[in-house]
């Protein structure tokens, strides 16, 4: 079974600092692999997805993710924090399918927070 | 891609009542998903509806239920609430597996 853990519940940066929130996986096959962020009140928006192709995925806002097989890592990256990115950041996992459905597994989040 | 909505965005009810929360996807994307964000956790996987027919769920039982149309719209019916089931509903569409799920703004559910 696919199962997602994110290290550090709360993550605390300066502004300017880098950024890195930690994910791994469990999972028998090579995943989908998404970083998802959810500012409060609220739905998630998608920062970034790893689905095949080249480890290293950029996305939105300057953030950006490698995926390591033989770590089973994705960790989200970001060179410089910025006030703006203080949010709750969830990794995610799904597929490839071996069933008829794209179930997405959730990590239990990361909150940042950026201190001025 | 955005334009998952959502509504209603806030609902109060009493235990044991039952709740209908609607989703309106983006036209194109034939999946749509349903999940129980509880205060401080991570999104739940409810179930996924694929073309109108539920195709998964998750470990919820059967008085959590749903429909999806063929206009791209959705429900999540809830019977028989328990104070458990306070919690943020998030609906979420997808062309694809591969392109990610995109979500609606969610219905805050209070269960009293």
């Known amino acids: 079974a696919q199962s997602v853990t994110q290290l550090g519940s709360h993550v605390s940066v300066s502004e300017g600092a880098l950024v890195l929130l930690r994910c791994n996986y469990s999972?028998?096959?090579?995943?989908?692999l998404f970083w998802y962020v959810q500012y409060p009140n609220q739905g998630l928006q998608l920062l970034l997805k790893?689905?095949?192709?080249?480890?290293l995925v950029k996305g939105i806002n300057g953030f950006e993710a490698e995926f390591k097989k033989s770590e089973t890592s994705f960790h989200l990256t970001k060179p410089s924090a910025h006030m703006s990115d203080a949010a709750e950041y969830f990794c995610?996992?799904?597929?490839?399918?071996?069933?008829?459905?794209?179930?997405?597994?959730f990590g239990p989040g990361t909150s940042l927070s950026v201190i001025p | 891609e955005t334009g998952v909505t959502q509504s209603p965005t806030h609902l109060i009810k009493t235990r044991g009542q039952q709740v209908t929360l609607r989703c309106s996807s983006q036209?194109?994307?034939?999946?749509v998903s349903w999940y129980q964000q509880a205060l401080g956790q991570g999104p739940q996987f409810i179930f996924q509806?694929?073309?109108?027919?539920?195709?998964g769920r998750g470990n919820f039982p059967p008085r959590f239920s749903g429909l999806q149309f063929p206009n791209y719209s959705s429900e999540l019916n809830v019977n028989a609430l328990e104070l458990d089931d306070s919690a943020l509903y998030l609906c979420?569409?997808?062309?694809?597996?591969?392109?990610?799920?995109?979500f609606g703004p969610g219905t805050r559910l209070t269960v009293l």
């Open positions: 995610a996992v799904s597929g490839p399918m071996k069933t008829s459905y794209d179930k997405v597994i």
């Open positions: 790893y689905t095949t192709g080249a480890t």
């Open positions: 979420a569409s997808s062309p694809s597996a591969a392109r990610g799920q995109y």
């Open positions: 999972s028998s096959v090579p995943p989908y």
């Open positions: 509806y694929y073309r109108e027919e539920e195709n």
């Open positions: 036209s194109g994307h034939n999946t």
